[in-house]
C-alpha cells in the first residue's frame, strides 16, 4: 500500500504543473485517472517482491478489514458448511474456491475450506488468474510475506525456486499481483483453517490447450516428492452476468466436465463460449493434475449471487469441488496372503486329481470383500495358463476359486492342467484396484499400472507385470493390450477406444 501512500505528493506537484501551463481544465481528468490505473503496477514493479510485505488491498471491500469482524464472519460461514455436509476422509490434495466478496461466494467457498480443517499442509499453491494486467503463461510471486487482517503468511520461496526449475516457463512477473483479488481473498479462509503453512501465488496469462502440459509436469513432480504436504486452490468463479437460469444451465455444463475430470473438454466448451470460468487456466492445471495423481472429484457446493442477493437478471455463479487421493481397496496383510495361496493350491489340487471343488469356511473380512482378480499359473517360469474376473463381482476368496480352476482348464490358450504337472506349477494371485479411465497416455506409469482396453465389443487387460518383465515402454504396453484385445496394435490412438488403468497387489507362493 505505499503507492498509496505516495499518492498527495504526485497529486499536488501533477496540479502544479498542469495550472502553470494552462492544461489543468482539460487534462485532468484522463491524468488522474491514468495515475490511479497505473501506479500500483508502477509501484509493483519498482519493489523487490521477494522482501517486502504485500499489503491487503482488498480487505473492507471484498470482506471486512477488522480482524474479529473478518474471524466472525469466516466462523459463521464454516459452521453452516460443517453441517450440511460430510466429511471427506480421504487426503485433499486440491480445492476450487471462488474468490467474489465474501457476502455473496464466502459460504460457499466455506464447503471447501472447512474440509481442510485440522489437515497438516506445509505448502499451499494457490492459482488465481489476472483480472486486470494482460500478459502470457504464469507468474509467481516470489518471496516476502502477504499480509491480511488475521496476520502475516509467508512465500515458499524453496519452492518457488524447486517449481522454476521444475518449468523454466514460469515467471517473475509482478505487476499483475498488485492489484489482484482472486489470491487474496482465498488467505483468509486458509489462516481460519490451516497452522504453519506457506504459500506459492501464481497467476495465470493467457494460455492455450498445448501449454498445459508443461505447468502441470512441473508441479506433479513436486507433489510426488512431499504428497500429503502440498495443497492447491484453483481460484475460480464461474459464469458472469446471465439471468438466473441461464447461468445455471452453462454452470452444470462446467461442472459436469469438472466432475468426470473432462480437462479437454473443458478447454473446448471454455474456449467455445459454452462454459465460463474466470480461473479456469487453473481449474484445467488442477484436473489434470488430479488424473496425473491418481485423484477423484466431489461437488461440495453451488449457488449463484441470486441465491444470495435476490436480484436474479445479473448473476455470478460459485462452487467449491474438492480433489482427493484415490480410495484405493486395501492391501491384503501377509496372514490374508496366505489363505488366499492355500485356498488356490488347493482348489488347484482337488480339482485337478478328483474334479472337485473345494468348500471354505472364511471369516476373514479382508477375503470376504468383493474384489477383482487374477489368478496365474507358471510352470517352470513360463505362463501355463492365466484368467480373471475384471470387475469386483465376487467375495474374493470365492473369486480365487473360480479363477484357479478356470486358468488350469479353461485357457484356451493351453491344454488343460494334468496332475503329473502340479508340483512344478507355481500360483501367482493379483488383488486388483477398481479401474480407472484415462484420458492422457502420459497417467500410466508402466510397472504399476495395469491396462484394460475396450473398443466396441473387442478388450484386453495385461497386468502391471508383464510390462515389467518384459521392459516395455508406455507405447509397446498400449500397442501389446490392443492385440490382446483382438484390435490393430495402434488401435489406442483411437477417439472410441477406451483405455483405463488399475493397480495390482502380486501374491505369490
Given amino acids: 500500500m505505499g503507492y498509496i501512500r505516495s499518492m498527495p505528493f504526485f497529486k499536488s506537484k501533477l496540479i502544479s504543473l498542469m495550472k502553470k501551463i494552462h492544461l489543468f481544465p482539460i487534462l485532468a481528468i484522463p491524468l488522474f485517472t491514468s495515475l490511479i490505473v497505473f501506479l500500483p503496477f508502477i509501484w509493483a514493479m519498482s519493489q523487490d517482491s521477494g522482501q517486502r510485505i504485500r499489503e491487503p488491498v482488498f480487505a473492507g471491500m471484498f470482506y471486512p478489514s477488522n480482524r474479529d469482524t473478518l474471524a466472525r464472519q469466516i466462523n459463521s460461514y464454516m459452521e453452516e458448511a460443517e453441517k450440511n455436509q460430510s466429511r471427506i476422509r480421504q487426503h485433499i490434495f486440491g480445492i476450487i474456491s471462488p474468490h467474489a466478496g465474501y457476502e455473496y461466494s464466502g459460504k460457499v467457498a466455506a464447503y471447501g475450506f472447512s474440509q481442510l480443517k485440522g489437515k497438516s499442509y506445509k505448502t499451499v499453491i494457490i492459482i488465481g488468474s489476472s483480472h486486470q494486467v494482460p500478459f502470457r503463461g504464469v507468474s509467481v510471486y516470489p518471496g516476502g510475506q502477504w499480509r491480511t487482517p488475521l496476520g502475516v503468511v509467508s512465500v515458499d520461496s524453496d519452492f518457488v525456486q524447486a517449481l522454476m526449475k521444475e518449468c523454466r516457463q514460469i515467471k517473475t512477473y509482478p505487476a499483475p499481483f498488485a492489484n489482484e483479488h482472486s489470491l487474496e481473498v482465498q488467505l483468509p479462509f486458509l489462516q481460519s483453517v490451516l497452522k504453519d503453512f506457506r504459500i506459492v501465488p501464481l497467476i495465470t496469462g493467457g494460455m492455450d490447450k498445448n501449454e498445459y502440459g508443461q505447468y502441470v509436469d512441473g508441479i506433479v513432480n513436486l507433489i510426488k516428492k512431499r504428497p500429503k504436504d502440498i ?122 486329481i478328483k474334479e472337485r471343488i473345494p468348500e471354505f469356511d472364511i471369516k476373514d473380512r479382508q477375503l470376504l470383500e468383493k474384489r477383482g482378480v487374477f489368478v496365474t499359473l507358471k510352470k517352470k517360469g513360463e505362463l501355463r495358463g492365466c484368467i480373471g474376473y475384471i470387475q469386483p463381482v465376487l467375495p474374493l476368496h470365492k473369486a480365487v476359486v473360480d479363477m484357479t480352476v478356470a486358468a488350469s482348464t479353461r485357457d484356451m490358450r493351453f491344454i488343460p492342467v494334468h496332475k503329473g504337472e502340479l508340483k512344478d506349477i507355481k500360483i501367482e494371485i493379483s488383488v486388483l484396484s477398481p479401474l480407472k479411465p484415462i484420458h492422457d497416455i502420459q497417467e500410466i506409469e508402466t510397472g504399476r499400472h495395469g491396462l484394460y482396453i475396450k473398443k466396441g465389443n473387442y478388450s484386453g487387460l495385461l497386468l502391471p507385470q508383464v510390462a515389467k518383465e518384459l521392459g516395455w515402454d508406455r507405447e509397446e504396453f498400449l500397442r501389446q493390450t490392443c492385440v490382446k484385445a483382438g484390435l490393430y496394435r495402434n488401435a489406442w490412438k483411437d477417439k472410441k477406444t477406451e483405455i483405463y488403468t488399475f493397480e495390482a497387489q502380486i501374491i505369490t507362493e
Fill in 231 to 352: 495443497l492447491i486452490v484453483a481460484s475460480s468463479d464461474m459464469s458472469h452476468f446471465h439471468d438466473y437460469n441461464t447461468a445455471r444451465s452453462i454452470d452444470a455444463i462446467t461442472m459436469r466436465h469438472i466432475d468426470e475430470m473432462d480437462a479437454e473438454g473443458l478447454i473446448e466448451d471454455m474456449d467455445s463460449g459454452r462454459c465460463e470460468l474466470c480461473g479456469g487456466h487453473g481449474v484445467v492445471m488442477l484436473i489434470m493434475i488430479a488424473r496425473r495423481i491418481n485423484g477423484e472429484v466431489k461437488k461440495l457446493n453451488y449457488m449463484n449471487s441470486g441465491d444470495v442477493a435476490g436480484d436474479r437478471r445479473r448473476v455470478v455463479g460459485y462452487s467449491s469441488f474438492a480433489f482427493f487421493y484415490r480410495d484405493e481397496a486395501g492391501s491384503i496383510d501377509k496372514k490374508g496372503q496366505k489363505m488366499l495361496i492355500d485356498i488356490a493350491r488347493k482348489t488347484l489340487e482337488e480339482y485337478v
